[in-house]
């Protein structure tokens, strides 16, 4: 498998550096902003393995490693993401695809780049997703979904077949989308919530 640079130092970080770790990727560091300090909790974590150097995004990393995964979550906003992916791809970074092998991905599904899969996710047949998008653990994407650009489909979500998600959008923990329902961008959708309409764009579902 490849070395990966981490971009990330929050939780989220750690739990891409666990599905890489288990995929067999080689972690050539983590990525932290030139101005962020870790916290006591990040450097405990960092310490289950002191052998991972820290860089910051202003070291010549390109040097060190050209294929990275974006390491920081989405839940107010996809816009630390999307503009890091922009980022990250015009300086000339591989952003891979990371797919853990305790999921379950329809070979009929097509995905961009910069996709994040974890553990126990389900996408069945000929489902779309869109660049730099977390499908994250346990959570549930039916037949003939489009997931546009930089979505976040959280923990234990459950999107039923023919929805189309828009680009930006964040779908909370547990929350169950019916059937044939268009979700436009830059919507969130609150762990837990049922969806049966239409949701327009910019929309807040608490």
């Known amino acids: 498998m490849s070395k990966v640079l981490i971009f990330g130092c929050g939780g989220h970080a750690v739990s891409c550096f666990e599905v890489l770790k288990c995929e067999g990727h080689e972690i050539a560091g983590f990525v932290k902003k030139p101005d962020e300090k870790l916290d006591k909790k990040n450097i405990i974590r960092f ?24 390491g920081i979550g989405q839940i107010k906003t996809c816009e630390p993401r999307k503009n890091l992916f922009k980022k990250l791809s015009l300086d000339g970074f591989d952003l891979i695809n990371v797919i853990s092998s ?36 346990g959570s549930i994407i039916e037949h003939d979904c489009n997931i546009s650009n930089d979505c976040h489909v959280s923990v234990g979500s459950i999107i039923n077949g023919n929805v189309d998600v828009g680009a930006g959008t964040f779908i909370g923990s547990g929350a169950v989308i019916k059937n044939g329902i268009s979700i436009g961008d830059s919507c969130v959708i609150s762990a837990g919530k049922y969806v049966s309409k239409n949701v327009p764009s910019g929309t807040v579902l608490k």
């Open 102 to 137: 305790q999921a379950n991905v329809s070979k009929y599904t097509t995905l961009g780049k910069g996709v994040f899969i974890f553990k126990e996710a389900i996408i069945n047949a000929n489902v779309s997703i869109g660049n730099n998008c977390i499908i994250n653990t």
């Open 47 to 70: 310490n289950l393995s002191p052998q991972i150097p820290i860089f910051s995004e202003t070291d010549d990393l390109m040097k060190i490693c050209s294929k990275a995964i974006i």
